[in-house]
């Protein structure tokens, strides 16, 4: 297997270039000997997409390269146990995610850091026609707390159940939807601070 180092490396110089099909039973068993070519095989291919997700979770982009790293790393080691039950991204994605987690507990920047309970929901508008530039939108829940931002993500895009998200993050249920309905109104508090003219949010981004 090759060092955390040479990823670093690999994903700068790959990214222009990932290959256009991937045979994964192939791909997975050459991993699985631990054949180098086929691991940077691996890496140029999903290391662009994964890269954005970690982002996603870990605010500081060096933080996020080294997750992205580090998941990498242990998805080589653990390869095998991959056993072709739902698509392969599917997986990888869900251990990066993992990744992202971990790196958050161990910062001790799991939970929440801003509390909104004086926050007038009912002041705050909503923007049902309005449409946000995806860029936009990722930075916008860049801005939300950890805590928050963990279980937004979870939720509203990367489809986990409150059941999910519980045992992933060693949470109540309860503890789990009040997060998320505390994520959405500090995303509307992030909107109604903006100028009039940048004002876009989908309804079913923050109503999900």
């Not at 992205?68 to 991959?82: A, D, W």
């Not at 801003?114 to 309005?130: F, G, R």
Request: glycine share 4%.
């Amino acid at each position: 297997m090759q060092p955390p180092g040479t990823y670093h490396r690999l994903r700068v110089k790959s990214n222009s270039r990932s290959p256009h099909h991937v045979n994964e039973e192939q791909l997975i068993k050459g991993c699985i000997r631990r054949d180098r070519i086929a691991q940077k095989y691996f890496y140029d291919t999903f290391s662009p997409k994964m890269y954005p997700l970690c982002c996603r979770y870990v605010k500081d982009p060096d933080d996020a390269e080294d997750v992205l790293v580090t998941s990498f790393t242990h998805i080589l080691e653990r390869i095998g146990q991959y056993r072709g039950e739902g698509s392969f991204e599917g997986w990888i994605k869900r251990a990066v995610i993992n990744e992202a987690l971990s790196f958050l507990r161990k910062k001790k920047n799991m939970y929440m850091t801003t509390q909104l309970d004086d926050v007038d929901t009912a002041m705050i508008p909503h923007h049902d026609n309005d449409t946000l530039e995806q860029e936009d939108l990722l930075r916008m829940i860049g801005e939300l707390p950890p805590g928050y931002r963990a279980v937004f993500n979870m939720y509203a895009i990367d489809g986990f159940s409150h059941q999910e998200i519980a045992a992933q993050m060693n949470i109540s249920e309860n503890t789990s939807k009040s997060q998320l309905s505390r994520a959405r109104v500090y995303l509307q508090k992030l909107l109604a601070a903006r100028e009039p003219s940048t004002k876009q949010l989908r309804h079913d981004i923050t109503s999900r």
